[in-house]
């Protein structure tokens, strides 16, 4: 596993939406698909590898939250999400607990 993927690996946190909106300010937040691994996704961003994330923003696997999703989140605060910070971005993941 390359370093910078083992730092992600340890910075992933689970965080709830009552402590990620504030990133909604700078229009920060992207949504990351559930079928992509968040670690993964972290390191291409940083490593700008402009294939693998135009491919990803082409099928819909990293967006920005709909007006319905903030909806949603602000009317369940304590949403967890799976978070990494990849400057400017924040990526997130909905938690399901299954």
């Known amino acids: 596993m390359s370093e910078i993927a083992e730092s992600f690996r340890q910075d992933l946190a689970e965080v709830p939406w ?3 909106r504030i990133h909604l300010q700078r229009d920060a937040i992207v949504i990351v698909a559930a079928e992509l691994d968040l670690v993964t996704t972290a390191v291409a961003v940083a490593e700008d590898d402009k ?5 990803w923003l082409a099928a819909g696997h990293l967006l920005k939250p709909t007006a319905e999703q903030l909806t949603d989140w602000e009317m369940e605060l304590e949403k967890p999400f799976c978070m ?3 400057q400017p971005f924040i990526l997130l993941q909905p ?3 299954d």
Do not use: F, P, Q
């Open 18 to 20: 009552k402590d990620l």
């Open 51 to 55: 294939t693998a994330v135009e491919k």
């Open 84 to 86: 990494l910070i990849v």
């Open 95 to 97: 938690v399901t607990h």
